[in-house]
């Protein structure tokens, strides 16, 4: 039988909302300053918990796969904290690049 192919053209969307309560955060460092000081006492490599920065890392990488996987792939990125919560990729108007705008790289600007 002959093969037919059929393409869909379907839309996705990845939403990721990243947690960056100080407290939780704040916690992790503690944890992994005194686990990294054990581990180098013994010469070993630290073994976490994870960062903000390792987890914002992760996300991107993430979400750039995501993207790759198909073009009208759509990624959102939401910063949440105990009090509120920002969409922080797309900005508004579509501008920026993920990585600079996750990790708090893009350009501060003030619209006049």
Not at 18 to 36: F, V
């Amino acid at each position: 039988l002959p093969m037919t192919s059929l393409t869909v053209c379907t839309m996705s969307l990845l939403t990721l909302i990243i947690d960056i309560s100080p407290p939780t955060w704040g916690h992790r460092h503690l944890l992994r300053t005194a686990q990294d000081k054990s581990q180098a006492s013994k010469s070993k490599p630290s073994v976490g918990p994870a960062t903000l920065d390792d987890v914002l890392t992760s996300c991107i990488t993430l979400g750039t796969s995501f993207s790759c996987l198909h073009r009208d792939n759509t990624l959102v990125v939401i910063a949440a904290t105990e009090e509120e919560a920002a969409v922080i990729y797309p900005r508004k108007g579509g501008e920026g690049n993920m990585e600079n705008v996750v990790m708090g790289l893009e350009d501060k600007r003030v619209d006049g």
